[in-house]
Nanobody, 118 residues
């Protein structure tokens, strides 16, 4: 059974850092695009970062230079390192796994809350 479990969210002051983790069960990184999305209050869900089987990453312009996506294949875990956090980064952050060949094999975690406030 596929399972994505996020952790690492919390309350942080502006300028601070957090690292989110997504532990993936029954996911082979060779066949999935892994991504982080976020949804802030009153906003649509937004794609933040992706990493594909080759390790190539893509970061949304809104967070480029501050956020980094990475993975640990041995631990089957994907990370989102968030630095210099701003109040507008406040959102629920979701981990997503999308099969590169079968679009219906698209899985989401339960989300983790990130709040940036002084």
């Amino acid at each position: 059974q596929v399972q994505l479990v996020e952790s690492g969210g919390g309350l942080v002051q502006p300028g601070g850092s957090l690292r989110l983790s997504c532990a993936a069960s029954q996911i082979n990184f060779n066949f999935y695009r892994m991504a982080w999305h976020r949804q802030g209050p009153g906003t649509q869900r937004e794609l933040v970062a992706t990493i594909i089987s080759s390790g190539t990453t893509n970061i949304a312009d809104s967070v480029k230079g501050r956020f980094t996506i990475s993975r640990d294949v041995a631990k089957n875990t994907v990370y989102l390192q968030m630095n210099n956090l701003k109040p507008e980064d406040t959102a629920i952050y979701y981990c997503n796994a999308e099969h590169i060949y079968v679009s219906t094999m698209n899985y989401w975690g339960q989300g983790t809350q990130v709040t940036v406030s002084s």
